[in-house]
């Protein structure tokens, strides 16, 4: 298919995991890609796309600067025209005991995931707005925003407010034709979750490399863990026609893990 031929898409956090995943999916439709990061690794992860085919260029931005954010879509604009689609994905996690969490990390965690979607939300919808021809965004929340888990206050309420920013932002730009959704991974295949599994399994138990993850697997109805390619799937129905009249909403991804 190519659902999104000369449609340009941004991708925060496009390097690897989940983001990559997303951009590899746009680009097998057809789109142009700008992925974005703040690691310098992200210009690489554009030659790959390049590589087997797609348009994609890749920036380093860091998402919590309103600058950084600016010469981004600046830059996007410049290459390859009009913002068509753009999913906030970039994100960061840090897993401790409240009496030992600290000030910076919350704020970090915030600044990153939440204040991050705000200005990527805010540029992308400044130019949708201005062309007229309406748009997409798609929020990466996560399962945190239905459940906060144990020893991550400061990811759960992250994640919430991407959640409430999303319904928000959908209501005031409906009648510009952009849609604003969120989708909520669960447990995913990436190296996020190599970093919870490791973390986590010493601070609940004596858990060696995977096994905690095996074991909350197990609690997932379908017995298995996604990929990124899951995710994929559910960012490019959100960004094509047959999502015209779907907005504000939040959708879980996760096997059945989280029913609500």
């Known amino acids: 298919m190519n659902r999104f031929k000369k449609k340009t898409v941004v991708v925060t956090g496009g390097n690897k995991g989940i983001g990559f995943a997303i951009a590899e999916r746009f680009s097998a439709e057809g789109a142009n890609l700008v992925i974005a990061s703040v690691e310098n690794q992200v210009v690489e992860a554009a030659a790959k796309l390049q590589d087997i085919g797609g348009s994609a260029i890749g920036i380093v931005c860091d998402v919590s600067d309103k600058d950084s954010v600016a010469a981004l879509y600046n830059q996007a604009e410049n290459e390859f025209g009009s913002i068509d689609i753009s999913v906030q994905n970039a994100g960061i996690i840090t897993i401790a005991k409240v009496e030992n969490l600290t000030e910076a990390e919350w704020d970090d965690t915030m600044r990153v995931n939440?204040?991050?979607?705000?200005?990527?939300?805010?540029?992308?919808?400044?130019?949708?707005?201005?062309?007229?021809?309406?748009?997409?965004?798609?929020?990466?929340?996560?399962?945190?925003?239905?459940?906060?888990?144990?020893?991550?206050?400061?990811?759960?309420?992250s994640k919430f407010g991407v959640m409430g920013l999303t319904q928000s932002l959908a209501k005031e730009v409906a009648l510009d034709g952009i849609t604003v959704n969120a989708i909520c991974p669960g447990i995913i295949k990436t190296d996020m979750w190599d970093y919870n599994d490791r973390v986590w399994g010493k601070m609940l138990g004596d858990y060696g490399p995977g096994e905690l993850m095996a074991d909350w697997v197990q609690n997932i109805p379908m017995k298995h863990a996604g990929e990124g390619k899951d995710v994929a799937g559910l960012a490019a129905f959100l960004a094509s026609k047959d999502a015209d009249y779907i907005t504000g909403q939040t959708i879980n991804i996760d096997g059945g893990l989280i029913m609500s």
């Open 114 to 157: 939440t204040k991050g979607v705000f200005l990527c939300c805010q540029e992308a919808i400044r130019r949708m707005r201005s062309s007229g021809n309406g748009g997409r965004l798609i929020n990466i929340a996560s399962g945190q925003a239905r459940d906060g888990f144990i020893y991550t206050p400061h990811y759960a309420a």
